[in-house]
């Protein structure tokens, strides 16, 4: 499913799982559906990645623009914040072509623990749920899927450390389990 992959980070060594980690030169590394236009990845469904991080700061799983275009529609299912908190984040194009977002947090999720992360992605909502309980029910700037006249986006995992002041030094990673999409009515 994550058949494009980038970086030194990329650990595929354990049959099953696959394992982003940073570098003590604090590289990117990542996996993801490849976004080649707005109409492939996925559109309105569930998305489902089982889980567990270390460290702080620059690990994620989210689903990224399908045409590879940022700001966009980037839906962050899981990113941790400096104090070690996991958190959604929805990004949107502002008008005048700026990244503009929204984070919330994922109070009492403990993201060194393995769980189970989904969204689902509706017309007009975003449900985030950890383990099955739904902790956020978002409104506000949902983008539109490709057939209905946005775009869909591309599922993917990795470290990000451009962000984080270099003070990583290899020590954060990401390990996925499972992956899943599906369309719900």
Not at 86 to 115: A, E, M
Request: proline fraction near 5%.
């Amino acid at each position: 499913m994550f058949s494009r992959a980038w970086g030194p980070g990329v650990d595929t060594s354990v049959s099953g799982q696959l394992t982003m980690h940073t570098t003590a030169d604090d590289q990117d590394s990542g996996a993801m559906v490849p976004p080649t236009g707005a109409g492939d990845g996925y559109g309105y469904g569930l998305y489902t990645f089982t889980l567990k991080t270390q460290g702080t700061v620059g690990t994620y799983a989210l689903t990224w623009p399908a045409t590879d275009k940022w700001p966009g529609p980037e839906l962050d299912l899981m990113e941790i914040n400096g104090s070690g908190v996991p958190y959604t984040t929805i990004h949107w194009k502002g008008d005048d072509g700026s990244n503009q977002f929204r984070s919330y947090d994922l109070t009492g999720v403990d993201p060194s623990k393995t769980h189970t992360y989904a969204m689902n992605w509706q017309n007009d909502f975003i449900d985030i749920y950890v383990d099955g309980q739904l902790l956020h029910h978002i409104t506000e700037h949902v983008p539109h899927d490709y057939a209905h006249g946005g775009e869909n986006t591309a599922p993917g995992i990795g470290t990000q450390t451009w962000w984080n002041d270099g003070a990583l030094g290899g020590n954060n990673w990401i390990t996925l389990y499972e992956a899943s999409y599906s369309v719900v009515a």
